[in-house]
C-alpha cells in the first residue's frame, strides 16, 4: 500500500536524529513566568496526545519511514525495542514523567504501562488511518497476553 503523504527518509534527515533511544533534553528556559522545555525541532506532521491504562500494551510494529519521539506526561512506559528481523532479546528502557523515547524507522517497538499514563507523540507522517496503515508493520515483540484488553467501544 502505499501514499503520497509518506516520503523516503533521506540521509540528511537521519544526521538530525538523536543517536540514543532515551533522549537527551536540552535545558529548558526558565524566567519568573514559568518554564519552556524544548522537545522536538524537526519538521513533523503528527502530534497526538495518548492515554494509557495501567497494564495495556501498545505499539508491537515497526514502521518503515515513520519515525517519533514520545514524551511522558504523567505516569511510566516500559519501551521494548530492537532492529527489524533481529533475532536478540528486544531491550528495555525505562521512560518516567518527563522523559523522552526515540523510535527510528524500522525499529520493532512494544510499550507497556505498568501505571496509567500520558503521552505525547511527535512524528514524521501524518497520523490519519490510511497513511498510519501505509507506513506500519504489526510483530510480535510482547505477547498481546501479558496485557490488559482494550477495544475501541470502551470508555
Not at 74 to 87: M, Q
Not at 89 to 109: D, S
Amino acid at each position: 500500500m502505499t501514499n503520497p503523504k509518506i516520503t523516503p527518509v533521506t540521509k540528511e534527515e537521519m544526521n538530525k536524529w538523536p543517536t540514543k533511544t532515551l533522549v537527551d533534553l536540552g535545558e529548558p528556559f526558565v524566567d519568573k513566568r514559568g518554564s519552556i522545555q524544548p522537545l522536538v525541532d524537526l519538521m513533523m506532521q503528527s502530534a497526538v496526545m495518548i492515554t494509557s491504562k495501567a497494564g495495556a500494551l501498545r505499539a508491537n510494529h515497526y514502521h518503515k519511514t515513520d519515525w517519533h519521539y514520545c514524551y511522558v506526561i504523567s505516569g511510566k512506559i516500559e519501551y521494548f525495542h530492537r532492529k527489524v528481523d533481529s533475532p536478540k532479546k528486544p531491550n528495555l528502557i525505562i521512560a518516567n514523567k518527563g522523559e523522552m523515547i526515540f523510535t527510528p524507522p524500522l525499529v520493532e517497538h512494544c510499550m507497556k504501562f505498568p501505571e496509567d499514563t500520558v503521552f505525547l507523540t511527535l512524528s514524521r507522517n501524518p497520523r490519519d488511518q490510511q497513511a498510519y496503515e501505509a507506513d506500519v508493520v504489526r510483530v510480535n515483540l510482547i505477547d498481546p497476553k501479558d496485557s490488559i484488553t482494550w477495544t475501541p467501544d470502551e470508555k
